[in-house]
T-cell receptor
Framework: GNSVTQMEGPVTLSEEAFLTINCTYT??????LFWYVQYPGEGLQLLLK?????DKGSNKGFEATYRKETTSFHLEKGSVQVSDSAVYFC??????????????FGSGTRLSIRP | GAGVSQSPSNKVTEKGKDVELRCDPI?????LYWYRQSLGQGLEFLIY????????KSGLPSDRFSAERTGGSVSTLTIQRTQQEDSAVYLC?????????????FGPGTRLLVL
């Protein structure tokens, strides 16, 4: 079945450090891939997405590239800020041309940034 | 415009009681999803509704869980005879299905505590 595996947290970094949160997936065909973020006390928000191989999603300085050959969608940011402290979820959705389909989420990675 | 809203934001109940959780999706969104986020865990899919189609109930953990969507808009998730392991944050999401361009928008969640 479909699944998403992401690196366990918590991840603690100093401000301006480089961030990588690994995510790999198992799925048939060509799923869409997502990163969601949940800031403290807030709801889940879509951070970025990619719908086909080699696509790069980007938002707020974060990037992730859809790698079909390694079935990965690692999240990166060149210089993190304290305000990036949150829980990050990698997710996939099978293409559903005739109906909507559920999203499969990873277990989440808690990121804490020290000033 | 208004996002997805959920009520109540917090619910404390005694083991064995029934609870109802409400979700108001974004106006015009045809798809509605329920997820559960247990402490320290990722998001677990429960059920989704798409237009007038039969709902996908494949994620409901037991027959104590049920959901309905009235008039293609508001949805209610009902948990009967609650157990302590039902304690979690219940998230609702809605989307306007556009194939691979579908984006789910999440509500703030209802935090359920079963004593």
């Amino acid at each position: 079945g479909n699944s998403v595996t992401q690196m366990e947290g918590p991840v603690t970094l100093s401000e301006e450090a480089f961030l990588t949160i690994n995510c790999t997936y198992t799925a048939t065909g060509y799923p869409s891939l997502f990163w969601y973020v949940q800031y403290p006390g807030e709801g889940l928000q879509l951070l970025l997405k990619a719908t086909k191989a080699d696509d790069k999603g980007s938002n707020k300085g974060f990037e992730a590239t859809y790698r079909k050959e390694t079935t990965s969608f690692h999240l990166e940011k060149g210089s993190v800020q304290v305000s990036d402290s949150a829980v990050y979820f990698c997710a996939l959705r099978q293409p559903g041309y005739s109906s909507a389909s559920k999203i499969i989420f990873g277990s989440g990675t808690r990121l804490s940034i020290r000033p | 415009g208004a996002g997805v809203s959920q009520s109540p934001s917090n619910k404390v109940t005694e083991k064995g009681k029934d609870v109802e959780l409400r979700c108001d999706p974004i106006s015009g969104h045809t798809a509605l999803y329920w997820y559960r986020q247990s402490l320290g865990q990722g998001l677990e899919f429960l059920i989704y509704f798409q237009g007038n189609s039969a709902p996908d109930k494949s994620g409901l953990p037991s027959d104590r869980f049920s959901a309905e969507r009235t008039g293609g808009s508001v949805s209610t998730l009902t948990i009967q005879r609650t157990q302590q392991e039902d304690s979690a944050v219940y998230l609702c999401a809605s989307s306007l299905f556009r194939g691979d361009k579908e984006t789910q928008y999440f509500g703030p969640g209802t935090r359920l505590l079963v004593l």
